[in-house]
């Protein structure tokens, strides 16, 4: 059974940092695109930061650029995100996601493009 299992949520006042973990079991994901997405209520999923198979290539939604950076490690089967300069408009569920397969294209920012998604961990940041 494959599994995306998120670690790290939590509450975090404005400023502050957090580290979001997110370990797949059950197969491996070396050769795909992995991407942190969020849902903040009353709104829809968007797409967080995805990496291509080998960390040579990411992308950013623009909100997060040069605060947030995401990172794997393939030998662990584990894909991270690492949160700074938190601010209260990036509470949400935090959801990680795998690609359908394997490729060596860049990350894909679309959900429909990941069919693996974990069961999500919640991020308040409060001002």
């Known amino acids: 059974q494959v599994q995306l299992v998120e670690s790290g949520g939590g509450l975090v006042q404005a400023g502050g940092s957090l580290r979001l973990s997110c370990a797949a079991s059950g197969r491996t994901f070396s050769t795909n695109a992995m991407g942190w997405f969020r849902q903040a209520p009353r709104k829809e999923r968007e797409s967080v930061a995805a990496?291509?198979?080998?960390?040579?290539?990411?992308r950013y939604a623009d909100s997060v650029k040069g605060r947030f950076t995401i990172s794997r490690d393939n030998a662990k089967n584990t894909v991270y995100l690492q949160m700074n300069s938190l601010k209260p408009e990036d509470t949400a569920v935090y959801y990680c996601?795998?690609?359908?397969?394997?490729?060596?294209?860049?990350?894909?920012?679309?959900?429909?493009?990941?069919?693996?998604w974990g069961q999500g961990t919640q991020i308040t940041v409060s001002s």
């Open positions: 996601a795998a690609t359908n397969s394997g490729s060596y294209l860049p990350p894909s920012s679309a959900p429909s493009e990941y069919g693996y």
């Open positions: 990496i291509n198979w080998n960390g040579g290539n990411t």
